[in-house]
């Protein structure tokens, strides 16, 4: 599968909009981006997922570059509740299981 | 909203004994996962299931681990004989199918090898 890079963590201060970057340039043309998110002591929550044109849904939009080697999860409004390990991961025409391949994610802590 | 749900929500065991962690997926779900994350590593895919069979395993799926939907609701992960490294949250998680169909988690069970 193609790897994602992300930042180790990041710091957002509440009620602003936070840009969580992720690079994987060696994307493949059937490549989906998925954005998964970890709240402390929880399970893995699905956020949001794209091919090629941006996406919005109530949690979160996904911004993909038009290239598709880089795209940004968005958070319009940051609040303490988003403090959370997120994750980029690809998911590709080889996962015909659809297993998911976790990395480190990016954590994000969020200021009052 | 239905969610996937996980008993226990810690399980104590000591080294060697066996040990069934329990799901409960998401009813009208038809692949189900199991993923672990030792404590400050990543999350880990162990086993996928579909159609009363296991579709894909990772490497840590070895011949200690089984899976078994029992009922038709029941969705579980059977450790023989546990080691220390086992100790982990294992985390449970549901879908329609599809590589783009979310996958839905449980809260998970923290698993503790004594």
């Known amino acids: 599968d193609a790897k994602t890079t992300q930042p180790n963590s990041m710091e957002s201060n509440e009620e602003e909009p936070v840009h969580l970057p992720c690079n994987h340039s060696t994307i493949s043309g059937t490549d989906y981006i998925h954005w998964y998110r970890q709240l402390p002591s929880q399970g893995p929550e699905y956020v949001i997922h794209?091919?090629?044109s941006n996406v919005n849904n109530r949690m979160a939009s996904l911004a993909i570059a038009e290239d598709r080697k880089s795209s940004t999860l968005i958070l319009h409004r940051a609040t303490l509740r988003d403090a959370a390990v997120y994750y980029c991961?690809?998911?590709?025409?080889?996962?015909?299981?659809?297993?998911?391949?976790f990395g480190g994610g990016t954590r994000l802590m969020v200021k009052p | 909203e239905p969610e996937v749900t996980q008993t226990p929500s810690h399980q104590v065991t000591q080294m060697g004994q066996e040990v069934i962690l329990r799901c409960v997926p998401i009813s009208n779900h038809l692949y189900f996962y199991w993923y672990r994350q030792i404590l400050g590593q990543k999350v880990e895919f162990l086993v996928s299931f579909y159609n009363n069979e296991i579709s894909e395993k990772s490497e840590i799926f070895d011949d200690q681990f089984s899976v078994e939907r029992p009922d038709g609701s029941n969705f579980t992960l059977k450790i023989r004989s546990t080691k220390l490294e086992d100790s982990a949250m294992y985390f449970c998680a549901s879908n329609t199918g599809g590589r783009n169909q979310p996958q839905h988690f449980g809260d998970g069970t923290r698993l503790s090898i004594l």
């Open positions: 794209g091919l090629t």
């Open positions: 991961i690809l998911r590709g025409h080889n996962n015909a299981g659809n297993m998911l391949t």
